[in-house]
Each structure stands twice: as structure tokens, then as C-alpha cells.
């Protein structure tokens, strides 16, 4: 794989991140500033209920819904680090009424609450604290013994009473003291959350995570990243300061001021808006279906337009690898968890069905999720399961389509928007003077409230004049924009001047 290039940008209320490798979106992530991911935040939690035969409670955490606390959650899954043992407690010490410490570790989907637990941990640039669990495990993605066992020597020298730490992939690059200063702080963090706790209300948030940007950098080695690109002054300013104080190497930071969107200008906006889309074209000719059920995920491998020049057997199996890699990008692009079923193409040689799930599992081994394959089946299917973090991408970019009784989606009322806006700070870069914009009246009344988008774009461009048009037969996504260089462009009545 050659060198990151990495994307940062915010407007109207949004951050979003990518990361490009070879030309092709590897990663991609987008999120309100008010915090909508709330997975790492912790809360003072309540018990409402107890579950005794489930080794379960429901706790108040001030959420829509409450959480779901098991006995199983309250410890790390040793089976994904090496480390030492823990004493795992056969049921839960707690009885209706208890106020206590719970952090998110899944959020909510649908009409189930989020996931919880009591064993705090904060995620660090080389490892994870754990504050009141005794255990030191190091990251599978370690693979030296030797080093292995010297970081479990060093973490268990590092730790206190009760704490813990899982290892980071990027802890053989720092030195003693850069870990231990970064243990200290989250020592203070833990300290003033548990000051907190005493004075706060049930649901109060005493903790949580950095802005989407600060996580990329943390969680990322930026050794591997020859480029970043920013949209946003403001991101761009805290960002290089972080690296000026922590040392980084980057080629180059580079300030994408040119009053246009960022990712429409650089030419990702097609890739981003294609995660919605079921079908995924190879280099090769032969494309994926990727299909959402309510159990699993479903993916079918076709040859599509590609013949090869060899046998069936081998031209079968050159596109099968081909997909095996796509696949892997594709899950973890759009976020996709929980289990996963591929319907590769059937090839007759057994050492082409091992090879082909070796190679899968070779390629899944660059996500930073937890991913388990298992073998092919006699027909032809691999199973693999991908831990969930959170909602799928797909989930975040489109609803049901009310025009076809759910068989299709429809993008969501912010995307429709953000689409436009790449649109609009196009066209007014080149000069246009009176913009139009006619869209759908729901979408529209949206736009209309949007303060931010009609705040930073009046900003880049007092001068212009812009309309939108709601019209009642308009598709919820469908939109189109008018622009003309002289202020004497002819306004339809119904037309509402955005500013």
C-alpha cells in the first residue's frame, strides 16, 4: 500500500475525515459537532432494573432509551490480547437505586439502548488506561514475542493498585517518558471524573471523547501520511499546532482556502456519495453487490464484463482475489458490522478456495476493527463477522424511500444539502453573482434553517444573491441549480432569497 494523503474539514455544523491511498477513498467518517457518536462517553448512571438470569441491568443514563449493562462487559476480551489473568465476577453487585460510573461501548441501534460498562477506559495514542481493571494486554497487531513481552513487562511496571493498559500499535515509537506523561494525564482525567460523580445528576456526561479530527491524529501514525489536506482555518490552525508541539513528521499541511468545498474541488465527492450504492465496480470488469438484511449483510461476487485471458478456473479465481480485497475496503469504508456473507464465484481447485480466504483475511488485517473469518463453505460462501462501532455509513446517508414503499432509499435531507453546497460554493467561485436553487419543499424548509451553511457561505460571498425554490413534486433528493453572472437574473415569485 503506498502513503496516506488525509482529508480534514468542518462546515455547517459537520466534520468529516477521509483517507486516500493509491488514488482510492480507504476511509471515511462524518459527524455533527453537538456529538452525535456517543460511544467513549461516560455518564453517572442509575440502576432502574436488575436482571438476576441474565447477569444484566438497565441503567438511567439520561438517553432516550436506557442501557444495557451485562456482566460479560465488565472486563476486556482477553481473547484479543496477550496479557495476564483476571478474575471475572459470576454476577453483578448491584441493586435498584445505585448510582454508578458507565461508559458507552456501543451505541443504540433501533429500539435496543446502548451498551455499557463500569470498566472505564480512556484510548490514548499508545494505550488504552484502565483505571479500575488489573489487566495489561498488548495489540494483536504486535506481532514480535520478544517486544510483546518486553511491553507487558513495561506496562505492569507503569501501573498502580487496580489499573490496567492495553498497548497501542504505536507504543514501540515512543519513549518512556512520552508514555508516561500521556498516563499521567489520563490519571488526572479519571481523578476529576471520579470529583464529578459525587456532585453531578443522574445522566450527567462527565466525560467524552475528542472532536472527530483530534482521534484521527491520535489514532493514526503519521509516519505513514505524506499529505494532509484541510478545508476548515480553524481545524487547520489546532492541527498543525498539535504537530508542531508533538514532533511530527509530515511532508506537507496544506490549507484548502480556495472558497469552494473541498472534497467536490479535489475530486472525492463521487467516491463518498457512491457508499450508498450496492453495486462496486473492480478494476477488472467484474463488480459487487453489497445487500443489507435485517440479520446480516449479504455480498455477491460477479464477473460482469471481464473474460480473462486463461482458463475459466484461473480467470475465476484472479477476480475472486480481486473482490476478496475490494470486500475488505468496502466493510470498513462504509462501516459495515456484525456478520458478513460473500458469494464468491465457485472455483473447482481446493488450493484456490484456501488461498482465496487466506487472502481475505490478509487484507481485513489492515482494519482496526476486530474482524473473525471462517473457512469456505462447500458452496462457495465465507462468513466473517466485523465487530460494530457504531452506525453504518449507509444509515447516516439515506432513508427509505417514501416513492417506492421501502425497496430503495432516498438521501437524507442533510446530504441532499451538504451535495449543494459543493454545487453552490462552485459556482460562485467562478464569478456567478445570482444562484437559484430549485430542490424539494422538505428539503428546503431544512435549508432554509440551516444558520451555518447560510452563515459561512454569506461569508465567503456577500456580494451573491441566493434563492431557493421548494417545489411539492420534487423527488426528496432531485435538485438543480441556476446561476448567472449579472444581479439581473429574472426571480420566480415563489422564490425565497436564502440571504
Known amino acids: 500500500m503506498g502513503k496516506k494523503t488525509l482529508y480534514f474539514d468542518s462546515f455547517c455544523g459537520m466534520e468529516s475525515y477521509a483517507a486516500v491511498e ?10 455533527s459537532k453537538n456529538r452525535v457518536n456517543i460511544i467513549g462517553n461516560i455518564y453517572k448512571g ?30 476486556p476480551d482477553k481473547n484479543k490480547y496477550d496479557g495476564g489473568e483476571v478474575d471475572i465476577p459470576a454476577e453483578l453487585n448491584l441493586k435498584v437505586g445505585d448510582e454508578i460510573l458507565v461508559q458507552v461501548v456501543k451505541a443504540p441501534v433501533g429500539k435496543k439502548g446502548a451498551k ?24 494483536r497487531k504486535i506481532h514480535d514475542p520478544e517486544l510483546r513481552k518486553n511491553l507487558i513487562f513495561m506496562g505492569s511496571k507503569m501501573c498502580r493498585g487496580d489499573e490496567g493498559m492495553i498497548i ?110 450496492p453495486r462496486v465496480e473492480l478494476d477488472n470488469g467484474a463488480y459487487l453487490i453489497i445487500e443489507k438484511t435485517e440479520a446480516l449483510t449479504v455480498i455477491d461476487v460477479n464477473t460482469g464484463k471481464f473474460t480473462g485471458d486463461d482458463s475459466l478456473e484461473h480467470t475465476v479465481y484472479y477476480t475472486n482475489i480481486l473482490a476478496a480485497r475490494e470486500i475488505a ?24 478456495r484456501e488461498a482465496l480466504t487466506l487472502e481475505l483475511e490478509k487484507a481485513l488485517e489492515n482494519d482496526k476493527t476486530k474482524c473473525n473469518v471462517l473457512p469456505m463453505s462447500k458452496f462457495g460462501l465465507v462468513e466473517f463477522t466485523r465487530k460494530r462501532t457504531g452506525p453504518s455509513v449507509a444509515t447516516q446517508f439515506v432513508r427509505p424511500c417514501r416513492y417506492c414503499n421501502g ?66 413534486t420534487y423527488h426528496d433528493d432531485h435538485f438543480t441549480l441556476r446561476a448567472e453572472l449579472s444581479s439581473s437574473f ?8 436564502l440571504y
Open 407 to 472: 425497496t430503495g432509499v432516498a438521501y437524507v435531507p442533510e446530504m441532499t444539502i451538504l451535495k449543494i453546497r459543493a454545487h453552490l460554493l462552485d459556482l460562485l467561485s467562478k464569478g456567478n453573482r445570482v444562484v437559484c436553487i430549485d430542490m424539494n419543499a422538505n428539503a428546503a424548509d431544512r435549508l432554509l434553517t440551516w444558520r451555518e451553511l447560510i452563515e459561512e457561505t454569506q461569508e465567503k460571498y456577500p456580494l451573491a444573491r441566493i434563492y431557493v425554490i421548494p417545489h411539492r
Open 22 to 31: 493509491d488514488g482510492k477513498l480507504t476511509e471515511f467518517n462524518y459527524e
Open 116 to 139: 455499557v460498562t463500569t470498566a472505564l477506559s480512556f484510548v490514548g495514542k499508545y494505550m488504552i488506561y484502565m483505571p479500575n481493571t488489573p489487566f495489561i494486554g498488548v495489540s
Open 329 to 352: 475496503r468496502q466493510v470498513r469504508l462504509r462501516n459495515i458490522g456484525g456478520i458478513i456473507v460473500v458469494d464468491f464465484i465457485d472455483m473447482d481447485d481446493e488450493k484456490h
Open 168 to 277: 497501542r500499535t504505536a507504543a514501540p515509537y515512543a519513549n518512556r517518558r512520552e508514555a508516561g506523561a500521556e498516563l499521567d494525564y489520563y490519571r488526572r482525567i479519571y481523578r476529576a471524573i471520579l470529583d464529578n460523580f459525587k456532585k453531578a445528576p443522574v445522566g450527567a456526561i462527565l466525560y467524552t471523547d475528542y472532536p472527530l479530527f483530534m482521534r484521527v491524529l491520535r489514532d493514526t501514525l503519521l509516519s505513514d501520511v505524506e499529505r494532509i489536506y484541510v478545508g476548515s482555518k480553524d481545524v487547520y490552525d489546532r492541527l498543525t499546532q498539535i504537530i508542531k508541539i508533538t514532533g511530527t513528521k509530515v511532508r506537507s499541511v496544506v490549507l484548502h482556502d480556495k472558497g469552494t468545498d473541498m472534497f467536490y474541488d479535489l475530486g472525492l465527492s463521487n467516491q463518498i456519495t457512491g457508499l450508498v450504492s
Open 490 to 497: 429574472p426571480i420566480p415569485r415563489e422564490g425565497v432569497q
Open 46 to 75: 442509575k440502576v432502574t432494573d436488575v436482571l438476576n438470569g441474565m447477569q444484566a441491568a438497565f441503567i438511567n443514563c439520561g438517553l432516550e432509551r436506557n442501557c444495557y449493562l451485562s456482566v460479560e462487559d465488565l472486563f
